[in-house]
DNA sequence: TTGCGTGCAAAGGTTTTGCATGGCA
DNA sequence: TGCCATGCAAAACCTTTGCACGCAA
């Protein structure tokens, strides 16, 4: 599936889904599943080529976290570029930030230790306030 | 498995080869076949049976490379817990730093944004000197 | 009508597990 | 000798692929 062509139903559902999960991680299997429960079922091959589609085209950020063995989809919404991501570890849950210290170290690697850090890949885990309790 | 107990000859050699590697990824695959390359041939249960006990008692760094299928591991030596790693997304190298700016990151992170990063897991991916040109 | 999209089932690849045997302490 | 560790094969899992049918444009 070089482009995507056509609008259909399950087009539609599965993107449903994922911008009501955007700040969440998904598997392909959650994804699959919660299609399942709002009737709207979708076999898992439309799925996976789905996401992979949106992963291509850059609609979609997939990724892994340690511990799952299965990859994690998210929509990147267009401002994504610009910003940060912070990932809990205990509940998932991705935070989008803007942050100039974050901007100011990405310059500092670059100069300094020659690595030119890419933020649309890079995921900074840790436990985020409502874990901490 | 749940502790380490017994020192034999498939553990021994399965140590050398990631200590040889230890600055590149390996996949079990990867491991598996050195093994059997250096005459050392080890079970593939083994190999993923001690890999995961080295996972769980912290000896060695488990992960996964966007584009590659199955699962990274790295030896992750002593001093690993108070640095910071990148790596490449090109050549897969995996690049140990100290870093002033990135330690007042954390804490910016901390303060600012009560989010307490955890730089074990972290990692941050880019492109390194080498493969930039 | 054309050709892309879908769903099913099967294949592919990685990792885990069950169980009998082997080997360290 | 008592367990733990190993190896094989099978199972479990996630993901991809082949193919016939469905459907958007």
Do not use: W
């Amino acid at each position: 599936m070089a482009e995507i062509k056509y609008n259909t139903r399950q087009r539609d559902t599965i993107l449903r889904v994922l911008k009501a999960y955007k700040d969440r991680h998904l598997t392909a299997e959650d994804l699959y599943d919660r299609l399942r429960q709002n009737g709207c079922s979708v076999g898992k091959s439309t799925v996976y080529r789905y996401l992979e589609a949106l992963t291509t085209s850059g609609s979609v950020r997939k990724y892994s976290i340690p511990g799952l063995k299965s990859a994690c989809y998210q929509l990147a919404d267009s401002g994504c570029a610009e910003h940060y991501h912070l990932q809990c570890s205990r509940c998932g849950k991705v935070i989008h930030i803007d942050c100039n210290e974050m901007r100011q170290l990405i310059q500092h690697f670059e100069q300094q230790h020659h690595f030119r850090i890419d933020m649309a890949r890079t995921v900074l885990y840790g436990v985020c306030a409502d874990c901490e309790e």
